[in-house]
């Protein structure tokens, strides 16, 4: 198991950069998939990206490629999500979430597939 802080959430200006961190704890990180999630009020937690346990191969949803991206540290324990030209539409609470030796293919993840979350952090991006 692994314990998993998420930290960096604020409100910004659509258009607007934020970079979110996840520090993690426990068993070794780097046997660890590591995701993020989202969840807007009302709304079902969905994927937003993931980053296999190497830092090899990652993954993006439809709605922040191009604008996101997720990077790790494995010698610091540490997993970010730098996203850039920020919409309204990313408001949510954000999640760091981890599956062990997940491996990121085409497919992408489901949230059942990680075992260990944060306690979110909340993005709020004004129009």
């Known amino acids: 198991q692994v314990r998993l802080v998420e930290s960096g959430g604020e409100l910004v200006q659509a258009g607007g950069s934020l970079k979110l961190s996840c520090a993690a704890s426990?068993?070794?990180?780097?046997?660890?998939?590591m995701g993020w999630f989202r969840q807007a009020p009302g709304k079902e937690r969905e994927f937003v990206a993931a980053i296999q346990w190497s830092g090899g191969s990652s993954i993006y949803s439809d709605s922040v490629k191009g604008r996101f991206t997720i990077s790790r540290n494995n010698a610091k324990d540490m997993v970010y999500l730098q996203m850039n030209s920020l919409k309204p539409e990313d408001t949510a609470v954000y999640y760091c979430?981890?599956?062990?030796?997940?491996?990121?293919?085409?497919?992408?993840?489901?949230?059942?597939?990680?075992?260990?979350w944060g306690q979110g952090t909340q993005v709020t991006v004004s129009s």
């Open positions: 426990g068993r070794a990180f780097n046997k660890y998939t």
């Open positions: 979430a981890a599956a062990w030796y997940l491996p990121i293919g085409s497919h992408i993840p489901s949230k059942d597939d990680f075992g260990d």
